[in-house]
């Protein structure tokens, strides 16, 4: 998400409410929705992406930046993406527009919880994934946006199991 008026760079702002994936003033938002091109201070502009499977026959269309971008370098995830450790981001479910046909696989994690990975049966690659309970977000592999400009992750999970060559952002969080 981002937004070009100084306004809207910080979503924290009371009196501020959230329109098309930026932040206006309380009393336009309504307006905005409906007449946003007769306030032309009012850049919203809002991050589209294309997460897809090697063939694409299964994408994603995501809308708004992630809220959470991470790596994890659990086993599991090293056999899931066939690479060193899994790099994924989590979007609500709302930004999330899936097109075409998945397979679920459905993993139970160390401590008994299921996530479901949803991959292409023609090519096999993950396109996105949901913890349960956690339905509300959706996670998709951030190399199926193939986009080398994605944000970067800001946490670090299972680094027990990292292999010793890797190196991480120096301000990432690191978590069991
Ligand atoms: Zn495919
Ligand atoms: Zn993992």
Redesign the pocket.
């Known amino acids: 998400m981002r937004c070009r008026t100084r306004l809207c760079r910080d979503s924290r702002w009371p009196g501020y409410a959230a329109v098309g994936g930026g932040v206006v003033r309380q009393g336009l938002a309504d307006k905005l929705t409906v007449r946003r091109q007769k306030y032309p201070l009012f850049h919203i502009t809002m991050t589209l992406r294309i997460a897809s499977?090697?063939?694409?026959?299964?994408s994603a269309r995501v809308s708004g930046d992630p809220i959470r971008v991470s790596v994890c370098h659990c086993l599991a995830c090293q056999r899931r993406t066939g690479s060193v450790f899994g790099a994924q981001a989590r979007f609500p479910r709302q930004a999330v527009e899936i097109n075409g046909t998945g397979t679920e696989y459905v993993r139970v994690g160390d401590e008994g919880g299921r996530t479901r990975f949803t991959f292409?049966p023609?090519?096999g690659?993950t396109v996105y994934y949901v913890m349960d309970g956690r339905e509300d977000s959706i996670a998709i592999p951030v190399g199926a946006f193939a986009e080398s400009s994605f944000p970067a992750p800001t946490f670090s999970v299972y680094e027990d199991r990292m292999h010793s060559w890797i190196t991480l952002p120096i301000d990432i969080e690191h978590m069991a």
């Open positions: 499977c090697s063939c694409g026959q299964l292409c023609t090519c690659a």
